[in-house]
């Protein structure tokens, strides 16, 4: 499409709608009005021809006869090239005088012809002169060998030409490339990518100075996490511009580029060395214009890993490894001192590494190092904790643990001290896993102050029995005593009804009581009851391993009103006359005046034997077969002239000796004939044939 369609195509669309002129004909035909008639006079007729761009009209006449005229003055062909005149035509093929073409065909110089017909008024000839008639065809132009234009511009390619059809293309020689000018060629830059960690590059033709009109792109891109070295060699020249302000690179240049920096141009006749770029990725740009001389650059270049700072120290605790310089990649862990530990965030973690980054930055931050607290101490049940030493449960801080005296005492001694410990735990300097109060037992915190040798037994001060316990089954009296801060003992026979135990519901427990009357609200019922496994007396003749314990549902607090007696210590003697204590809500008086009493009552008896016992017991079977046996799991307790007895309502009450200044429980009041009459004894459950039983039972329930 030529030039002035297009622009007519350009202006239509803005106006109006229409079509685009059609390419102009590859030939035609042109004629004289009329033709092959005698022309007109006084004509004045023009034609354009026109055919595509990039080509030539050549024009041939197959006819030509016009009137004949020196100069061809009256009438005339002429054929112009623009306002170039290419030939003025009149005469035939057969008249000498006139300007024929003959059969040479006509060459327009371009793509246009104009043909100018014209006429005068006369004809002075008899012959009538036809005119002409010429057919016009589209030479493809060889643009390639036409002469180098005079202005100087060069020629039209300036390495090959290749002549098309109606146009004509440049092109290079091998190892160069066409510039944008799309006619002059340029040796080709050996640029691209260089992504490999160590490289060579140089300037085109280096080191001679290359043609003209360079612009190379070479671009380094390096794995992220190192960053480039270029080392320019020695022999360096780049064109630069000296100017008021300097030298300068006006037309020719190395640019050195760098993401989002300023990049710099690099010029001049020294080597700019060694260069550091803080990046993985650089690029150079090498331009020379048209003019002036550059010999050109060579460098290698080469990567490092990117450097982290090094970490700064940390309070009571240490980074490994410590080196002067840290690289991508490079990790770096944090331990704590003894007694710290390592938090970030407000967070404690168990270990730290970081890793230094590509970017330069390590991925995390520095920890912190804290001092390690064990947190707060246990809190003990029945005893308390003091601070000896130290800081918020830090490190090393010390505490002592300590009972409430003189109910409990420390398991291993109360001057025990636990010690915060690197592994956070609370340590004892001796070996104990956790502090625990162990109650005391069998030393109450009064005594009765003398020893009464009265019959009837007399009423117990208040907290002198302290373990004395006061059971209602079903509405009967019973006794017992605290062995621990869970446990009842009394005798079996308390709890059973025939061969069955009673229901624990109908079982009522008082502690810390010395007058019935006092609070009868203040009970608790058991958990559960734990009767000897081989006691079996539903005649009531056989007491034989008359002992149960109960199990309370809460732990007791003990306090001077409750309190446990001692079981028989290893190797407990029941040594004859030894008296012991003796305690009960049972009845007092004598056979005729039985009165139950409201007062806790107690006696001192002493202990009698096996055999005096027994003897009495035979002496009584001589009017009564029903005297239940006394067995070795028995003893006996009274005095020959009697009146001093436990009685009913005393059963499963306590009898105690005492050793070392403490109560223990060497009897279960159990069963006796005829409370308090002469030679008659009461007897009791040897407490220590048991203590192995008892042990077993607290601690499988
Ligand atoms: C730079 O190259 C020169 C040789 O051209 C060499 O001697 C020098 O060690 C190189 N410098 C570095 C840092 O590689
Ligand atoms: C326990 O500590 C107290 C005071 O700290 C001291 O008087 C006493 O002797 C210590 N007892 C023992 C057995 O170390
Ligand atoms: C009796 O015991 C109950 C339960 O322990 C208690 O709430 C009450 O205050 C006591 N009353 C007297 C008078 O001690
Ligand atoms: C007492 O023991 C004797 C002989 O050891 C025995 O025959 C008698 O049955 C026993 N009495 C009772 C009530 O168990």
Not at 85 to 100: M, R
Not at 237 to 259: K, P, Y
Not at 274 to 286: D, F, K
Not at 413 to 441: K, L, M, Q
Request: aromatic fraction near 10%; charge should be negative; hydrophobic fraction near 30%.
């Amino acid at each position: 499409m030529g030039w002035s369609s297009c622009i007519i195509w350009f202006l239509c669309l803005s106006v109006c709608e229409c079509w685009p002129l059609p390419d102009p004909p590859m030939h035609g035909e042109v004629h004289s009005p009329g033709y092959p008639r005698p022309y007109p006079h006084n004509l004045q007729q023009q034609w354009d021809l026109h055919v595509p761009e990039g080509y030539q009209i050549r024009l041939t006449f197959t006819h030509l006869d016009i009137e004949a005229s020196a100069d061809c003055y009256y009438d005339s062909l002429s054929v112009l090239y623009g306002e170039k005149l290419l030939g003025k035509f009149c005469g035939n093929e057969n008249s000498a005088d006139g300007h024929h073409p003959g059969n040479h065909p006509i060459l327009s110089p371009g793509n246009s012809l104009k043909l100018k017909f014209q006429t005068d008024g006369n004809n002075p000839e008899r012959h009538q002169n036809v005119g002409f008639s010429a057919q016009y065809q589209a030479i493809d132009i060889d643009e390639c060998s036409a002469a180098e234009p005079e202005d100087g511009s060069g020629p039209l390619c300036s390495q090959i030409c290749l002549n098309t059809l109606g146009s004509y293309l440049c092109s290079c020689h091998h190892g160069y490339e066409l510039r944008s000018d799309q006619r002059s060629c340029v040796l080709s830059c050996s640029g691209g990518l260089f992504d490999e960690p160590k490289g060579h590059l140089s300037s085109p033709g280096y080191p001679s100075p290359p043609p003209h009109g360079v612009s190379c792109q070479y671009v380094i891109a390096v794995e992220s996490g190192f960053t480039i070295s270029l080392n320019f060699t020695d022999k360096f020249n780049i064109e630069s511009v000296h100017t008021e302000e300097g030298r300068q690179c006006l037309h020719h240049w190395l640019e050195v580029a760098i993401a989002e920096e300023k990049s710099i141009k690099l010029c001049g006749d020294e080597s700019p060395g060694l260069m550091h770029i803080n990046s993985n990725v650089v690029r150079l740009n090498y331009h020379t214009d048209d003019a002036g001389q550059s010999s050109g650059w060579s460098l290698d270049y080469s990567t490092q890993r990117v450097k982290c700072p090094v970490p700064g120290n940390i309070a009571n605790g240490r980074v490994t490894p410590r080196l002067t310089e840290y690289f991508y990649r490079d990790y770096i862990y944090v331990r704590c001192d003894q007694g710290y530990k390592i938090m970030t965030g407000g967070q404690e973690i168990d270990s730290f590494s970081t890793m230094c980054q590509s970017n330069g930055q390590w991925h995390l931050k520095l920890p912190e190092c804290h001092l390690i607290d064990c947190g707060e101490p246990e809190p003990l049940l029945n005893g308390g904790v003091t601070f000896l030493s130290g800081y918020q449960n830090q490190y090393l801080s010390v505490i002592q643990y300590h009972c409430n005296e003189p109910f409990y005492f420390l398991l291993g001694g109360a001057n025990v001290t636990f010690t915060c410990e690197a592994d956070r735990v609370w340590r004892s300097s001796i070996d104990i896993v956790s502090p625990t109060c162990i109650p005391v037992c069998g030393q109450p915190t009064k005594h009765i102050s003398y020893y009464q040798r009265i019959i009837g037994g007399s009423d117990a001060p208040d907290d002198t029995i302290p373990w004395q316990v006061l059971l209602s089954v079903s509405g009967d009296r019973g006794g017992g005593m605290v062995i621990a801060d869970r446990w009842i003992m009394t005798a079996a026979h308390v709890l059973m009804r025939g061969s069955q135990v009673v229901p624990s519901s109908t079982v009522r427990i008082y502690m810390g009581l010395n007058e019935v009357t006092e609070n009868l609200s203040a009970y608790v019922f058991p958990s559960s009851l734990h009767v000897h496994p081989e006691y079996h007396n539903p005649r009531h003749t056989d007491f034989n391993n008359d002992i149960a314990l109960i199990k309370l549902q809460d732990p007791i607090t003990f306090h001077s009103s409750i309190m446990p007696v001692c079981l028989p210590p290893e190797g407990a003697e029941y040594e004859t006359g030894v008296i012991g204590l003796v305690s009960g809500f049972g009845t007092t008086g004598t056979i005729n005046k039985r009165i139950l009493t409201n007062k806790l009552k107690y006696l001192n008896l002493p202990l009698v034997s096996q055999q005096t016992c027994s003897a009495s017991m035979t002496s009584l079977r001589r009017g009564t077969s029903e005297i239940p046996n006394l067995t070795d799991n028995m003893f006996c307790a009274g005095i020959p002239e009697g009146g001093k007895d436990s009685c009913q309502g005393d059963s499963g009450g306590p009898f105690t000796l005492t050793e070392n200044g403490r109560f223990w429980a060497a009897g279960i009041v159990s069963w006796g004939a005829n409370c308090g009459m002469k030679d008659r004894y009461g007897v009791y459950t040897r407490v220590a044939n048991y203590v192995n039983w008892i042990k077993k039972t607290m601690q499988e329930n």
